[in-house]
């Protein structure tokens, strides 16, 4: 496992005020679907190394549909009794019979929902699928869950939702958990947005149906080592271009600003959601840092100064841009508000140190 990557997973254990929660996980099965994705592979990550540190013989259940990728992003836990890659796609039913025979267990304590499709590539070339994906995907997890449930309980499931919930929020800066606003359902961000909304509808429906004890996660754009750049955000294009050693070119006046999160700040947060959060009680994971498009593409330029690459803008405004949200900062108080909650999460990386380690993951 790269270097950085490793760091990462330490800090996240050790520097974010957690000490007092990685017992709750002892003896416990982790599921986590959407596995080989870059935060949901961290969250893994967190736990098999938890198993090496204090011994808490925590059994991790990796859901992902390519096998060779799932081999590749946990090479560094090849032969670890603790994980289990289960290769499934999760637009079928979760046979438990099945899973049970590949896992060895013979039901799951807690359930980390990721599976799904982001990237504003994907809403004009598969919206299709982004929704089945949304919708079917969740509720065959949602029915794996109350399968099954024990009598006194099901597991814990952690919904890792969007800020894309909000729409065009009451208000664009410091939005809370409450600042709900308009979405115009014939737009294209509106395919992603939507079936946000309604996967958070569909874990209400389940609480109140099947007593599954549902949490929610909401966060803006996140990146880190093993993030995706080839799902269109303006995010992944230039590092994606930076990494290449092309200019960054910014399809818009570079005006809009967007709110960026690193991968160890997201899952810390998500652990506290998971282990702390009220069910049914969203908690928006939000960094506070907030940049304009054209300075997150000179922050890029400045981390790959070697390689010599300009800023271009470009102007025009891509389709799958059209009816993206005006959020310009979410409102992290309720996650960070420790004297009422109990949570006192805190972000701890910057934009520069984000997108430097980044580049480190890759030159390792």
């Known amino acids: 496992m790269k270097k950085v990557v490793i760091e990462d997973v330490h800090s996240i254990i050790h520097n974010y005020g957690l000490d007092d929660k990685w017992e709750a996980f002892r003896g416990k099965t982790v599921l986590v679907t959407g596995g080989t994705s870059g935060f949901l592979a961290y969250f893994a990550y967190v736990l098999l190394e938890l198993n090496r540190e204090r011994g808490l013989n925590c059994a991790v259940i990796c859901v992902a549909r390519n096998l060779e990728k799932a081999r590749a992003m946990y090479a560094g836990y090849a032969g670890d009794s603790h994980l289990k890659i289960y290769i499934h796609d999760i637009l079928e039913p979760i046979d438990a019979e099945d899973l049970r025979a590949v896992a060895g267990v013979e039901a799951v304590d807690y359930i980390v929902h990721g599976a799904g499709i982001a990237g504003p590539k994907f809403y004009t070339g598969m919206p299709v699928k982004v929704l ?3 919708y079917f995907g969740l509720r065959n997890m949602f029915e794996y869950a109350k399968e099954t449930a024990s009598a006194a309980a099901g597991p814990v499931i952690l919904l890792t939702s969007s800020a894309a919930v909000y729409g065009d929020p009451l208000k664009e800066d410091g939005v809370g958990e409450s600042d709900y606003g308009y979405m115009d359902p014939l737009t294209v961000r509106s395919i992603y947005g939507e079936s946000k909304r309604i996967c958070e509808t569909m874990g209400l429906a389940y609480n109140i149906e099947c007593a599954l004890p549902v949490k929610i996660a909401r966060f803006p754009n996140s990146f880190g080592p093993g993030a995706r750049l080839d799902k269109g955000s303006a995010l992944a294009d230039f590092l994606s271009a930076a990494l290449r050693g092309e200019d960054i070119v910014i399809q818009s006046d570079g005006t809009a600003k967007r709110e960026f999160l690193y991968f160890t700040d997201l899952v810390a947060g998500l652990f506290y959601v998971l282990l702390s959060g009220d069910v049914l009680k969203p908690y928006n994971i939000g960094s506070g840092l907030v940049y304009t498009m054209k300075e997150f593409a000179r922050t890029a330029q400045e981390v790959f100064k070697e390689k010599h690459i300009a800023v271009k803008i470009q102007g025009s405004e891509r389709l799958e841009d059209q009816g993206a949200p005006k959020i310009k900062r979410l409102s992290a108080a309720r996650l ?8 006192g999460w805190r972000p701890q990386i910057s934009l520069r140190e984000a997108v430097a ?6 030159e390792d």
């Open 336 to 343: 960070s508000a420790a004297r009422l909650s109990a949570l």
């Open 357 to 362: 380690r980044f580049k480190m993951s890759v």
């Open 132 to 134: 089945d994906t949304a």
